[in-house]
């Protein structure tokens, strides 16, 4: 049901277009398709959007010959390889060689305050013995906070 619903959808939208012989997956095909068949879109020609694909009818490309097909479909095959290369072996390699020239920033967490506690039996002014509680923070060697 669904390729039927693109395929009416594509005829009614290059009819409007103004193309005349609309067969979808016949005389109408995505650029892809096209290029493996050996064609090239001609200068100033721009697809028909039919919802989410830009589709070109068959007076819109032109053949090309099997050399400049290989070509381009080298340099396609070339293009997609490399934009799925990960990004993080040129970063894990510029951390590496900063680290080595000895300017390296590290991405460590600071580390976590040392909490220490101590109790004290101290004397009030009315002579009686109150229990007292020190807390106090420590990150590295600042001390921070104690109450």
Not at 23 to 38: C, D, H
Request: charged fraction near 20%.
């Amino acid at each position: 049901m669904r390729p039927q619903r693109r395929n009416s959808a594509t005829i009614k939208a290059f009819r409007r277009a103004g193309f005349a012989d609309v067969q979808p997956r016949v005389n109408i095909k995505t650029y892809n398709l096209w290029l493996e068949a050996g064609f090239k879109v001609k200068p100033g020609e721009h697809a028909v959007k039919v919802k989410n694909l830009r589709l070109l009818h068959v007076s819109q490309v032109e053949k090309i010959s099997p050399q400049e097909q290989a070509a381009v479909l080298a340099e396609k095959a070339a293009k997609m390889t490399a934009d799925k290369l990960p990004a993080v072996a040129s970063q894990r390699n510029a951390c590496t060689q900063a680290r080595q020239q000895g300017g390296a920033k590290t991405n460590k967490r600071p580390p976590l305050p040392q909490l220490t506690c101590s109790y004290t039996d101290s004397p009030s002014s009315s002579g009686a013995s109150a229990p007292r509680f020190l807390f106090e923070a420590t990150w590295g060697s600042i001390h921070s906070c104690s109450f």
